[in-house]
């Protein structure tokens, strides 16, 4: 990865284009770089790198027209297709569809016909289809399926037959399959799967037999399969279901006031996890694939660790912040980024990056390429983007885009194909887009969508296709979807501007 990037700054260089991603910002330097680079690159990269083409994202479209637009949410792609919830002003709330190679957009199906919508949640992909649970206005909220095409958008099962419908909640896709909780008015609410048809819709495991519930929550695919929490009367528990034989076994159980949240997998044989044992501080926890061999690592004071994100063998966390009524978390060194292999010794603190009891309060944990980036504080910069190799030495500042003690507080971090892209606020910009290979001093900024420094509050960044989605606001079409082309480089040429 690290040679193509090479290859891409030197072409840069060469053609004057450094700083634009792939492809320039004007026609002219869009020539000039399919002249200069051109041949240098296919032979390089064989021609199939996506990067951004350009800078300039564009109106996906205008589906509500007005200062409200349509307010798009929980953006998911599907092969080349991206689907999200959006409220046109006349149907309502309903699900659309836009194509990732010309991005058009339009309503997939009116399910709930009227101004009412159907409210479509909880957006899912398994394998080429969408899974959702939406509500036509007779089946009550029940779960769906889109291909894409409105009459390959159909009610799965209707579980609950009546306009209460069963409520499908927590839709996670394990081993091809999807799994989720629901209350069918019989036998309350317990785990259920799908293949997306209503005859492999069925009940996959009854925790608590007869109409009475437990609460099921955290449902987390680990590595085909699936573990989840279950909220008794007596005690919480931790389960974990081999997708293939549907044998389930507890592998951890506490008393009542246990909370357990946070299920993290990381390598091909850890998951981490949070127990707070009801004192308000979590300890976490950490099993290596059997009840045996599952135990504590650490307990931390204050907040509890937060933004588990897994990288490699490790998972990486938020620790030592003050809790939410008050509790002192770390004294000396406040809320700082953590990181644990598994064992005891390998639990430990990354870098003190703002040394003192204040903490730099790290955020946005994402994995890209080998490294962990964040948001962070060093008292010095303001809130800036960070990453680490997940050594002390090797946790830097990548950029300081708002010079100052304010800081750009970068939001919305997502990676894609080597690329971070997310949003970031300046004095003169406001908070707009910006994207980055990774590389220190190499963040860039997309246009303006909102003009001067108003910003456009980016967010969502989402690869489907050709192109990079994500929701943002101009000052006068209010939130709707935008793209940014984002292609191998052999085809940037004739998607720039």
Not at 487 to 497: E, I, Q, Y
Request: proline share 7%; with cysteine; charged share 20%.
């Amino acid at each position: 990865m690290e040679a193509w990037r090479g290859v891409t700054v030197l072409v840069l260089w060469l053609s004057g284009g450094l700083g634009v991603g792939c492809g320039g910002e004007v026609q002219g330097e869009a020539e000039a770089w399919e002249e200069t680079s051109s041949a240098m690159e296919e032979a390089a990269l064989g021609g199939g790198v996506p990067q951004p083409c350009g800078r300039t994202p564009v109106l996906v479209g205008d589906l509500q027209p007005g200062l409200e637009g349509s307010r798009p949410e929980a953006l998911v792609a599907v092969g080349s297709r991206l689907f999200y919830a959006a409220d046109d002003g006349a149907a309502g709330r309903e699900l659309w569809v836009t194509d990732g190679d010309d991005r058009t957009s339009r309503r997939v199906k009116d399910v709930r016909p009227g101004a009412a919508g159907s409210t479509p949640r909880f957006l899912t992909r398994v394998g080429g289809r969408l899974f959702f649970v939406a509500d036509d206005g007779a089946h009550g909220p029940e779960l769906w399926r889109s291909d894409g095409t409105p009459q390959g958008t159909v009610l799965v099962a209707d579980l609950r037959p009546g306009a209460a419908g069963s409520a499908p909640d927590n839709l996670t896709q394990v081993g091809g399959r999807l799994y989720f909780t629901a209350d069918d008015g019989v036998h309350g609410r317990e785990l259920w799967s799908s293949d997306g048809t209503g005859a492999g819709t069925r009940l996959t495991q009854e925790f608590a037999p007869g109409p009475r519930s437990l609460f099921l929550d955290d449902l987390t695919d680990w590595n085909g399969r699936l573990a989840l929490v279950a909220y008794g009367d007596t005690s919480v528990t931790l389960w974990v279901t081999e997708a293939d034989s549907g044998t389930a076994k507890v592998y951890f159980r506490g008393p009542a006031q246990t909370v357990l949240v946070a299920l993290t997998p990381a390598g091909r044989d850890r998951l981490f996890f949070l127990v707070d044992p009801g004192l308000g501080e979590a300890d976490l926890w950490v099993t290596w694939g059997s009840p045996l061999f599952t135990f504590p690592l650490r307990r931390f004071p204050g907040d509890y660790p937060s933004e588990l994100t897994p990288l490699g063998g490790a998972v990486y966390f938020t620790a030592g912040a003050e809790g939410f009524f008050g509790e002192p978390g770390d004294l000396f060194f406040g809320a700082e980024l953590w990181r644990s292999d598994g064992s005891l010794l390998g639990t430990r603190r990354v870098k003190d990056v703002r040394p003192g009891p204040e903490g730099s309060l790290p955020s946005g944990l994402t994995a890209l390429g080998g490294r962990l980036y964040f948001a962070a504080d060093d008292g010095v910069h303001g809130r800036e983007l960070w990453s680490t190799d997940g050594t002390s030495r090797g946790t830097v500042l990548v950029q300081d885009l708002e010079p100052g003690p304010q800081g750009s507080t970068p939001t919305a971090l997502a990676a894609t194909d080597g690329w971070l892209f997310l949003s970031a606020s300046t004095a003169v910009r406001g908070r707009e887009a910006w994207y980055s290979d990774g590389t220190p001093g190499r963040v860039q900024a997309l246009r303006d969508i909102a003009p001067g420094g108003l910003g456009s509050n980016p967010r969502g960044f989402v690869r489907s296709g050709g192109a990079v989605f994500f929701v943002a606001a101009h000052p006068d079409q209010g939130e709707e979807p935008w793209a940014l082309p984002f292609l191998p480089l052999s085809r940037c040429g004739r998607a720039v501007d």
